[in-house]
């Protein structure tokens, strides 16, 4: 299966932007990359999805690399709200449950 | 957004007994799914399940284990004999259709405590 490489933790200061990075060099062709993240004492919660174009939703951006062996979380603007375990997954054709792994903790200082 | 329903939200249990925890998926979805997260671990796969049959599970899901959807709303993990080992927060989630790029919807968690 394809990994992903997250750093284990980040701090940012409120209302300013995070850049969460993760490498997939092994990604496949058809891979998705799903970013999920897990507040504390919560389920897992959708961030954001994509194949190989930047893609935009109210929570996020998605900046993916044009070899696509990396990529970003954008978030543009932090909140406290925002502190959280941040976990990027690819989403592996044929074989379509979420594996986790570590995640980054994500601490955002007020 | 709808939601995901979890209950309880904490149980308590002694080794060897029974417990039933409960989910409640989003209205029109298909596919189930239970994932635990032992403390301070990663979020495991248990099990997922569509069209009232188990489509793919994990080693931790051994035969104590079964998942059952008893009346078209809610969907069960059930355990049969528990061990100190299972205690863990599980979480029920669900999708509209299997496909790579659906996302996937998580309840809040039943943590689960064997004494």
């Known amino acids: 299966d394809a990994k992903t490489t997250q750093p284990n933790s980040m701090e940012s200061n409120e209302e300013e932007p995070v850049h969460l990075p993760c490498n997939h060099s092994t990604i496949s062709g058809t891979d998705y990359i799903h970013w999920y993240r897990q507040l504390p004492s919560q389920g897992p919660e959708y961030v954001i999805h994509g194949l190989t174009s930047n893609v935009n939703n109210r929570m996020a951006s998605l900046a993916i690399a044009e070899d696509r062996k990396s990529s970003t979380l954008i978030l543009h603007r932090a909140t406290l709200r925002d502190a959280a375990v941040y976990y990027c997954?690819?989403?592996?054709?044929?074989?379509?449950?979420?594996?986790f792994g570590t995640g980054t903790r994500l601490t955002i200082i007020p | 957004e709808p939601e995901v329903t979890q209950t309880p939200s904490h149980q308590v249990t002694q080794m060897g007994q029974e417990v039933i925890l409960r989910c409640v998926p989003i209205?029109?979805?298909?596919?189930f799914y239970w994932y635990r997260q032992i403390l301070g671990q990663k979020v495991e796969f248990l099990v997922s399940?569509?069209?009232?049959?188990?489509?793919?599970k994990s080693e931790i899901f051994d035969d104590q284990f079964s998942v059952e959807r008893p009346d078209g709303s809610n969907f069960t993990l059930k355990i049969r004999s528990t061990k100190l080992e299972d205690s863990a927060m599980y979480f029920c989630?669900?999708?509209?259709?299997?496909?790579?790029?659906?996302?996937?919807?998580f309840g809040s968690g039943t943590q689960l405590s064997v004494l």
């Open positions: 989630a669900s999708r509209l259709i299997q496909a790579i790029n659906e996302k996937l919807f």
């Open positions: 997954i690819l989403s592996l054709f044929g074989n379509e449950k979420l594996t």
């Open positions: 209205s029109n979805h298909l596919y």
């Open positions: 399940f569509y069209n009232n049959e188990i489509s793919e």
